[in-house]
């Protein structure tokens, strides 16, 4: 029979289970949507040195802005109706729950800075339009055109395609066959009438008119922090916002948690809030995959056509994301565990 342990060995056995936990957990740790390595890359430099998960989010958010990845994040792509480039972003720090974000911004290519400028400047959380434009000229951003070649190649193909696809529903001329501008469709009488009315012009979403940059980041300090960067819909109706900029939408994060962040359809996306429910689902003790399957659900209960999907990270480094509407949702992780960037694909529900 083996001899008790001394109050002494136990001290030294709790002291190295402890130090052995701390050592295994892998983090750091950067997570993003789609394979936009570069941007998981430029976010996990500023974790190297030291830097925040704020910090990092800004940068990888950054690199893609600049990078225009996929054509879908910063200017000179996805026009609306008008022609124009329109960025929306936002930011969060899991620290402090502070959220700063910026929707339908023109003339700024840094959308993501700026918003991080909303969050750490003023006392709001989201401005839009012309007025978050004057906002970033008076903290010193740059102002430039957000048209490029591609971007008046696209909108003037549009137009001589009837302005097809577009958003409009219920309104005449015919928007599936004519350009506007629209009226009012009258609405019968019957409310389940106007109910199928409101059903029956289902837009199509996928990775040819939007895709979005939803970033999560830990850092050596176990601090968390989301954004996201995106320029919108492509020939969206002119001060559209999506979901991006919308914290619980777009991103969500808590220290105590993890974070979770969405792409594809924003305006049924910000209905269901799935980056907070997928949150508050690993607040639970839910795993990242089941908690961001169980998000993708809560949607296309409502919308089985919808397509998206929400990746999730918690503090202990444990990731997972679910989609639906595609066959497979590719996104992007750096970490201990994975020490250069690895792109992993999930099969879509």
């Given at each position: 029979m083996a001899a008790p342990m001394k109050e002494k060995d136990i001290k030294v056995f709790v002291l190295l289970i402890i130090v052995c936990h701390c050592v295994s957990l892998p983090l750091p740790v950067v997570i993003n949507t789609w394979p936009f390595t570069n941007a998981t890359l430029a976010a996990w430099q500023m974790l190297s040195n030291n830097r925040t998960a704020v910090d990092a989010v800004e940068a990888g958010c950054t690199e893609?802005?600049?990078?225009?990845?996929?054509?879908?994040?910063?200017?000179?792509?996805?026009?609306?109706?008008a022609g124009e480039t329109t960025l929306d972003a936002m930011i969060m720090d899991g620290i402090t729950h502070d959220v700063g974000a910026v929707g339908a911004i023109r003339l700024v290519k840094t959308a993501i800075s700026v918003a991080r400028a909303v969050m750490e400047r003023t006392t709001h959380t989201l401005l839009v339009g012309d007025q978050a434009t004057s906002f970033a000229k008076q903290l010193g951003f740059q102002i430039s055109d957000l048209h490029s070649n591609k971007s008046v190649d696209m909108y003037n193909q549009w137009k001589q395609n009837n302005c097809q696809p577009n958003y409009w529903k219920n309104v005449v001329p015919d928007p599936t066959k004519f350009c506007g501008p629209y009226k009012p469709k009258p609405f019968p009488p019957s409310v389940h009438q106007v109910r199928q009315l409101s059903n029956d012009a289902y837009k199509r979403i996928g990775g040819d008119n939007h895709d979005t940059i939803g970033m999560i980041a830990i850092d050596m300090q176990g601090n968390v922090a989301g954004g996201t960067s995106t320029n919108g819909l492509n020939h969206k109706v002119p001060g559209r916002v999506g979901d991006s900029p919308i914290a619980g939408a777009g991103s969500y994060v808590d220290n105590e948690v993890g974070g979770a962040a969405g792409t594809g359809d924003g305006d049924i996306m910000m209905r269901f809030l799935p980056s907070f429910y997928a949150v508050?689902?690993?607040?639970?003790?839910?795993?990242?995959?089941?908690?961001?399957?169980?998000?993708?659900?809560?949607?296309?209960?409502?919308?089985?056509?919808?397509?998206?999907?929400?990746?999730?990270?918690?503090?202990?480094?444990?990731?997972?994301?679910?989609?639906?509407?595609?066959?497979?949702?590719?996104?992007?992780?750096?970490?201990?565990?994975?020490?250069?960037?690895?792109?992993?694909?999930?099969?879509?529900?």
């Open positions: 893609c802005e600049l990078e225009r990845c996929d054509g879908s994040v910063g200017w000179g792509s996805n026009p609306d109706e508050m689902l690993m607040k639970t003790g839910v795993s990242p995959s089941v908690a961001t399957a169980e998000a993708m659900k809560s949607i296309i209960k409502y919308y089985p056509d919808f397509v998206g999907a929400v990746l999730a990270v918690n503090i202990r480094g444990e990731h997972g994301a679910a989609c639906h509407g595609i066959a497979q949702f590719p996104y992007s992780i750096i970490s201990p565990d994975y020490p250069q960037v690895t792109v992993l694909n999930v099969p879509c529900i």
